[in-house]
């Protein structure tokens, strides 16, 4: 076997979004689970990357911006680790991505 068999590394985000699109499921259960722990500490930077990361396999983030009307730049800047999206953005950004926001009581 030759050292060209495998690849030198692999883009942890590139492979994310791979597998993501390959299956709408897991992407939709990734998604969910980083909103339950978007209260815990570094939990709405982690939700923030998580619907990029979901936005950018179902379609991208022009696509996003076509779809939701919503400039292609405030989605890059509401989606960075450290962004601070309005709700409503959010509503619409969930909504690209084939998702909606819902509430539970709460177990606290």
Known sequence: MSKTDYPASVDHN?????????DPD???AYLANALEEINE???????????????????????????SGLARQSIYRALS??????ITTLAQLTSVAG??????????
């Open 14 to 22: 590139a492979a994310m979004i791979e597998e993501l699109r390959a």
């Open 26 to 28: 897991y992407a939709n």
């Open 41 to 67: 500490p570094g939990g709405l930077g982690g939700f923030l990357v998580a619907l990029r990361q979901v936005i950018e396999a179902r379609g991208g983030i022009s696509e996003a911006a076509r779809k």
């Open 81 to 86: 680790p450290n962004g601070n999206p309005t």
């Open 99 to 108: 998702l909606q926001f819902t509430l539970s009581k709460s177990s606290h």
